[in-house]
């Protein structure tokens, strides 16, 4: 730290100003975002490996942008920085509870969705209180949504910051019947002792590990001690990223749960997901 220090600029080139701007102009406009109705869910199915139907799917957000869409990795680290993050999770969570509300109206489907949450989110002190859970979830819970067609997503970071407020909010979650799923599991520290810790459902393996399975990679013994394991403790499995026939052949022989990734589906807005992928009631 003392380096960098060291090292650091006194003062903007043209590019760091332009850049600088540029950020600015972004955080305006994402904190006009929510306002002007420019977020959009996609929806990306998850499918079962040991009956191939559709079971769950995964919120993906999306930033309508009057020039054109912006993808997550570009807004969100910027609205975690801000705090905007709460009230664009907040929007996300409303949003999915109000959708798949909806769809348990039309569709023949029990489908579980997952949210992403950021650690910011778990800072706010509103989020999971009883009544930030009447707000988000109260018309939901009313019209014939079950809290377990809800899944959150949380990843090693937040376990790591782990204090009691986090721990207990988790707590909260799963006490509603919402599941709790670890995100890009691999990636990141992926210390074995928040397994024992955090009592949560689901593991995803991160994409990077899917990408390059082949019957002799050493991603495949991988792939397989991570599901042997996180059987033996009660969790299931679902792989990320899973692009050919091939990936989702071995990933079944090793007796993963649920695979996720464009062989099956790209995440899409919620009208096309339906369409393609839920079963309308009275058929
Ligand atoms: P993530 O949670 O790991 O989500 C999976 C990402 O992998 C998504 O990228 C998805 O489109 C992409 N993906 C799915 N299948 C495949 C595949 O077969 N191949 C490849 N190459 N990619 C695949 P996306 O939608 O761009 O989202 C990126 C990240 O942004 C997410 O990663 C998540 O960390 C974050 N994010 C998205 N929506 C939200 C949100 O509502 N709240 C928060 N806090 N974060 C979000
Ligand atoms: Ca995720
Ligand atoms: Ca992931
Ligand atoms: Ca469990």
């Not at 969705?113 to 109260?138: K, R």
């Not at 799963?174 to 955090?198: C, M, N, P, W």
């Not at 899973?242 to 990734?261: K, M, N, P």
Request: aromatic share 10%.
């Amino acid at each position: 730290a003392k380096a960098e220090g060291r090292n650091r600029f006194h003062y903007f080139t043209p590019e760091m100003e332009a850049a600088a701007q540029r950020r600015r102009r972004m955080l305006n406009e994402l904190r006009e975002a929510i306002k002007l109705q420019q977020f959009e869910v996609y929806y990306q199915p998850i499918i079962d490996l040991s009956t191939g139907k559709i079971v769950k799917a995964e919120a993906l957000l999306r930033w309508n942008h009057p020039k054109g869409q912006v993808p997550p990795l570009d807004f969100i680290p910027l609205a975690e920085e801000t705090g905007l993050i709460v009230d664009i999770g907040n929007w996300v969570f409303a949003e999915v509870v109000r959708q798949v509300s909806v769809w348990k109206g039309y569709f023949d489907t029990d489908l579980q969705v997952g949210i992403n949450t950021s650690p910011a989110q778990y800072l706010d002190e509103n989020f999971c209180e009883p009544d930030w859970f009447g707000n988000i979830m109260g018309n939901g819970l009313a019209s014939g949504l079950n809290p377990a067609n809800l899944c959150i997503e949380i990843t090693e970071s937040l376990l790591m910051e782990a204090g009691s407020s986090i721990t207990d909010k988790l707590l909260q979650f799963r006490d509603h019947g919402i599941e709790v799923a670890l995100d890009d599991f691999g990636t990141g520290y992926s210390s074995l002792s928040y397994l024992k810790q955090f009592d949560i459902d689901y593991l995803k393996i991160d994409q990077s590990f899917v990408s390059n399975l082949s019957p002799a990679s050493q991603d495949l013994v991988l792939c397989e001690a991570i599901i042997v394991m996180a059987h033996k403790l009660g969790i299931r499995v679902i792989a990320e990223g899973v692009e050919t026939e091939e990936q989702r052949q071995l990933l079944t022989a090793i007796e993963c749960d649920y695979c996720q990734g464009y062989l099956f589906g790209r995440p899409m807005p919620a009208k096309e997901f339906s369409d393609q992928w839920l079963i309308p009631s009275h058929l």
